[in-house]
């Protein structure tokens, strides 16, 4: 089983800027793939950014040009967030899979077995 901490997140204005991060333990020996997901209230949980199969960044629609994700398994992983806009308030989770780098669905939250807690980003304009 593995084990995802978030921390770094806040109220900030729009424009501003956040670093979230999420420790990773538990067992990673099967080298499990890693992404940023979103939720808001009322609504499904929504990818926001991950690696594909080669290590090239994803991201959502969204996101792109303003946040940068890094990191991996054993040095944990984070989420650069710039420029951000009232609509990215929401609560940001890191997630696992259970089968090891995945091929595809990198963005599909059905994919990934492990969350961690969550941690709230509020922008306020």
């Known amino acids: 089983e593995v084990q995802l901490v978030e921390s770094g997140g806040g109220s900030v204005q729009a424009g501003g800027s956040l670093r979230l991060s999420c420790a990773v333990s538990?067992?990673?020996?099967?080298?499990?793939?890693l992404a940023w997901f979103r939720q808001v209230p009322g609504k499904e949980r929504e990818g926001v950014a991950s690696f594909d199969l080669f290590g090239r960044t994803i991201y959502a629609d969204s996101v792109k040009g303003r946040f940068t994700i890094s990191g991996d398994e054993k040095s944990g992983l984070y989420l650069q967030m710039d420029s951000l806009q009232r609509e990215d308030t929401a609560v940001y989770y890191c997630?696992?899979?259970?089968?090891?780098?995945?091929?595809?669905?990198?963005?599909?939250?059905?994919?990934?077995?492990?969350w961690g807690q969550g941690t709230q980003v509020t922008v306020s304009s």
């Open positions: 538990g067992d990673i020996s099967n080298d499990p793939h």
């Open positions: 997630a696992a899979s259970s089968v090891g780098q995945l091929v595809s669905g990198h963005l599909n939250p059905s994919r990934y077995a492990y």
